[in-house]
DNA sequence: TCTATACTTGCATTATGACGCAAACGAACA
DNA sequence: TGTTCGTTTGCGTCATAATGCAAGTATAGA
């Protein structure tokens, strides 16, 4: 899959063997989700919140219109951070935390085995 | 440390106990760091060198000005995602792996402590 | 069928970020 | 001390993204 920047060109494949995996993990768009500060307290709020919640009860924890809530809820279910259900009039949203937390354990794993860092067997409880 | 969003407001302190673990690791700094293409691009072909590089270097894996590959660079220093150090004429750039690293991973800790997913003990491969 | 509620979408405005060019900066070297 | 090389910074331009308001859609219930 070629990437594409917004100004068109750009056909970058990487350099080489490893650093391959890094580069199937590390997908933009899931960044791009979480580099608002809204949508990070909107998941915070979702994820300290222990169940799923509806775009009201989320609106309180972030200080914009209920239409923007449901915008950044938008964007961090499209990056398949969050995913939604419609029960009634309401729509219930939760964490997708295994999904998540499985992407960032493999964006490190990636980054442990193309970086000449330690090697995954013995690494060190670093601080 | 009180978070600020970019209207001003906000003051934002989390619901309680187990998402402050989360809030500490969730920097939007970091992901928006992440979050473009370019960068994307620095850093993987960073990652893949297995060794330190000039900008000069890293800027043959992006169609873009040098200036910008400096800003860029820039960018991802800021966020603790890369080190400087130069070397007589040429600044040279490296991974922080080993932070990186322990960023993601502990991400992914204080979600699976905060959501109500399946303990780290008896994770199952779901999906 | 009408109304209320919950949410989403269209649109215009504003803020933020990426970009290239040119100039500035600092180290090496003639 | 002047020149060259590698990098950073200033600045203006353009693209993207966040926001609020208003209007639209869908479901529940009177």
């Known amino acids: 899959m070629t990437q594409t920047n917004k100004y068109g060109r750009r056909g970058r494949q990487l350099r080489s063997g490893s650093s391959g995996a890094v580069a199937k993990t590390l997908d ?3 960044f791009k989700a979480l580099c608002d500060p809204n949508r ?3 998941l915070l709020r979702l994820a300290g919140c ?3 919640c509806t775009v009201s ?3 309180s924890c972030c200080p914009i ?3 923007v809530v449901s915008r950044h809820l938008g964007v961090l279910r499209d990056a398949g951070i969050i995913e939604s259900e419609k029960r009634g009039k309401q729509v ?3 964490v997708c935390a295994v999904e998540v937390i499985a992407t960032l354990r493999s964006i490190a ?3 442990e085995g193309c970086c000449c860092c330690e090697p995954k067997s013995r690494q060190e409880k670093k601080k």
Do not use: H
């Open 50 to 52: 222990g169940r799923a």
């Open 57 to 59: 009860e989320l609106n």
């Open 109 to 111: 794993n990636a980054l």
């Open 28 to 30: 933009p768009k899931f």
């Open 65 to 67: 219109d209920l239409s």
């Open 92 to 94: 219930y949203y939760t």
């Open 40 to 42: 990070i307290s909107l």
